[in-house]
């Protein structure tokens, strides 16, 4: 049995991709896998959390003992959300959110008698942001991911700021080694005390429980 560390948490995860529709056939998304989501949900759950698990569309399965709450796109997930999070002492946003959605859903299928199509693109709510604005940081801690290919602390410390979370964990999605379909990652967790610290390189598995690891030692749960 794994150390009950986060017994009487209450912790919900965002995990994969959301996928925006454009026709009946077809859809907007992104390549996120979900697993660094659904591993942080089934180490959370191990070591004696409450967990929901709200998932974009993946081929994963939903880890034991975890509620699963299944979404499709940005604007279900971002309800999901909102319905779940006072629930919640810890909040971590792993999932890869498609930014834009098309202005309109076509009825029928989008034929291809022209030369050239135009989609016009409209800005997804941003769901991290909103939470940063609203949850009770002094009950609730946020965490927030940030998939980057350069200046990964630069980039971090940014969205620590703009989306008002207590930590980020960034990615290199520029590396084949981690990254999105990748079984291994490698995080680097930058806070709100101005602290930043370099996880190794290891599987997302193992990268989750770093990270809860991280967490806990450095007194970051808020009871
Ligand atoms: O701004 P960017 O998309 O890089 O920020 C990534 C973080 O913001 C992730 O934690 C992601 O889950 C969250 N996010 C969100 N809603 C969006 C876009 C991103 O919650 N529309």
Same mark, same amino acid.
């Given at each position: 049995?794994? *150390? ?7 912790v919900?995860?965002t995990?994969g991709?959301?996928?925006e529709?454009?026709?009946p056939?077809? !859809? ?6 979900g697993?660094?989501?659904?591993a942080?949900?089934?180490?959370a ?9 709200v ?12 509620? /699963? ?5 940005a604007?279900?997930m ?10 919640a002492? *810890?909040?971590i ?6 930014? !834009?959605r098309?202005?309109?859903? &076509?009825?029928?299928?989008i034929?291809?008698d022209?030369?050239s199509?135009v989609?016009?693109l409209q800005?997804?709510?941003? +769901?991290?942001? %909103?939470l940063?604005a ?5 009950r609730?801690?946020?965490?927030g991911?940030?998939? %980057?290919s350069?200046r !990964?602390?630069? %980039?971090? /410390? ?9 930590? +980020? ?6 590396s084949? /080694?981690?990254? !999105?379909? &990748?079984d ?8 709100n005390?101005g602290?930043m610290?370099?996880?190794?390189y290891?599987s997302? %598995?193992?990268?989750?429980d770093l990270?809860?690891?991280h967490?806990?030692a450095?007194?970051?749960? /808020? &009871?």
């Amino acid at each position: 049995l794994a *150390v009950q560390d986060l017994a009487g948490q209450v912790v919900l995860v965002t995990a994969g991709p959301t996928r925006e529709p454009i026709d009946p056939a077809r !859809f907007l998304s992104n390549r996120s896998s979900g697993k660094m989501g659904y591993a942080l949900a089934r180490t959370a759950f191990r070591r004696g959390a409450r967990v929901i698990l709200v998932s974009g569309p993946t081929t994963l399965d939903g880890p034991p003992g975890v509620q /699963r709450i299944d979404v499709t796109t940005a604007q279900q997930m971002y309800d999901a959300v909102m319905a779940h999070y006072r629930e919640a002492t *810890v909040i971590i946003k792993a999932a890869a959110v498609a930014d !834009f959605r098309s202005r309109e859903e &076509s009825t029928e299928k989008i034929k291809k008698d022209q030369a050239s199509l135009v989609l016009h693109l409209q800005q997804n709510p941003d +769901i991290l942001k %909103e939470l940063g604005a609203r949850c009770d940081h002094d009950r609730q801690l946020l965490v927030g991911f940030a998939a %980057e290919s350069a200046r !990964f602390a630069e %980039e971090g /410390r940014k969205k620590l700021h703009n989306k008002q979370c207590d930590l +980020i964990a960034v990615n290199d999605i520029g590396s084949e /080694r981690t990254g !999105f379909a &990748s079984d291994a990652n490698r995080l680097l967790v930058l806070d709100n005390r101005g602290y930043m610290a370099e996880l190794p390189y290891v599987s997302k %598995e193992r990268c989750a429980d770093l990270l809860w690891d991280h967490i806990v030692a450095n007194n970051f749960l /808020r &009871s």
